[in-house]
């Protein structure tokens, strides 16, 4: 499903699929010059992050082990808790692994935080964030990101794993919710 399937449930588009493939393979391309071949693993943040992790991956000119958790902060609603919850956890021991997270946006950064000092505390020998979308006037808690790409405005955006109330995952482009959906 393209934006202009659904075009009344949207304000603006950020980001058309061309757009996101063309930034994850310039991303894959920075991430395989500053990793050894076989020394990374990729974790990704269920549900949201399943695109990015399913393209970028691909992208990728190197074998590479996948493993995913799944937490919740958000219920069904367009704001964060902060209230982290494991409901899936790593299938995988990550001790002197280095571990690459693969998110789908960092609002107020409090999942990746709690992420960040989770998986420290397995005894990752390193820990990076790559996120596709970053909004930067959302932050409650600084998150050093390595790979970023695409900082957006303060708004409720959808498309590409992104869901309000799960749905809109399907929409292949990244745009703005219009409020009259949620309000
Ligand atoms: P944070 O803890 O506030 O950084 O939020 C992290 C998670 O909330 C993301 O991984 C998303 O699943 C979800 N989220 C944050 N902003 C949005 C949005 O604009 N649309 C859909 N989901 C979002
Ligand atoms: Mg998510």
Redesign the pocket.
């Known amino acids: 499903m393209r934006a202009a399937d659904i075009a009344n449930d949207l304000t603006t588009v950020l980001a058309t699929e061309e757009e996101i493939l063309a930034k994850l393979n310039e991303i894959a391309a920075q991430v395989a010059k500053d990793y050894e071949p076989d020394s990374l693993v990729l974790v990704g943040?269920l549900k949201?992050?399943v695109m990015v992790m399913a393209d970028f991956s691909r992208a990728l000119p190197m074998l590479v082990p996948m493993d995913w958790m799944a937490v919740s902060?958000?219920g069904a609603g367009?704001r964060?808790s902060?209230v982290?919850q494991i409901r899936k956890d790593l299938d995988t021991d990550i001790h002197d692994k280095h571990v690459l997270i693969v998110?789908?946006?960092?609002?107020?950064?409090?999942?990746?935080s709690w992420l960040l000092e989770n998986f420290a505390a397995r005894g990752a020998a390193s820990v990076e964030v790559f996120a596709l979308f970053r909004?930067p006037e959302?932050a409650?808690v600084e998150v050093h990101c390595r790979y970023v790409g695409f900082d957006i405005p303060n708004?409720?955006?959808?498309g590409y794993g992104?869901?309000?109330a799960e749905r809109y995952r399907n929409l292949r482009d990244v745009a703005v919710?219009a409020p009259h959906v949620y309000s």
Do not use: M, N, P, Q
């Open positions: 943040v949201g992050a902060s958000y367009t964060s902060g982290v998110e789908d946006i960092i609002d107020s950064g409090l999942t990746l909004k959302a409650k708004e409720f955006v959808v992104l869901d309000y919710l």
